[in-house]
């Protein structure tokens, strides 16, 4: 490699610098007002999602979804935006209890990463669905400053002697 080789990739590493640490740079740089707006605006949009689910608000979820939306719900079945909302708007799962605890919040740039604990109750075809799990909500901040969830992920919390 020559010299120009060099300096061509030291121009480009210099250009590309600004970029990389304009995407992975945590919101820890932001100023501490700042990052706390956005965690709460984060927490605000965790409480649509969860009366969005509780009342099958069909509309309200279609608003906090990407176009391209992904789950993979607990039973280990891919879900898109669409099948989502049309499982609301039929009713075939019906959450009647979800209490969330032990939220947590990352950044990472434009991208918010909650996990939690929930404790569920409701009915699906197969029958009444009642137990524990952890999530996965990933968020991203569009062009528009817009947060939509774009993944979503749920495992079922197994009793220390449960059966595997």
Same mark, same amino acid.
């Given at each position: ?6 300096a ?32 709460h605006?984060?927490? %605000? ?12 608000n069909?509309a ?36 009647t209890?979800?209490?969330v ?61 449960? %059966?595997?």
């Open positions: 490699m020559g010299l120009s080789s060099f061509r990739a030291g121009r480009v590493a210099a250009a590309l610098l600004p970029l990389i640490f304009g995407i992975v740079l945590p919101l820890h740089a932001m100023p501490h007002a700042e990052r706390h707006e956005v965690r605006e984060i927490d %605000h949009l965790e409480d649509q999602w969860r009366d969005a689910v509780l009342n099958r069909v309200a979820m279609d608003s906090l979804l990407a176009s391209d939306y992904m789950a993979i719900t607990a039973n280990g079945t891919l879900e898109s935006k669409e099948e989502t909302l049309d499982r609301m708007r039929t009713g075939s799962v019906r959450i209890s979800l209490d605890t032990d939220r947590k919040v990352r950044f990472y740039g434009s991208t918010a990463l909650v996990t939690s604990r929930a404790e569920v109750s409701g009915t699906t075809p197969e029958g009444d669905l009642k137990g524990s799990y952890r999530y996965t909500r990933v968020y991203i901040r569009d062009a528009k400053g817009i947060w939509r969830i774009v993944s979503f992920e749920a495992s079922r919390i197994r009793e220390p002697n449960g %059966h595997k």
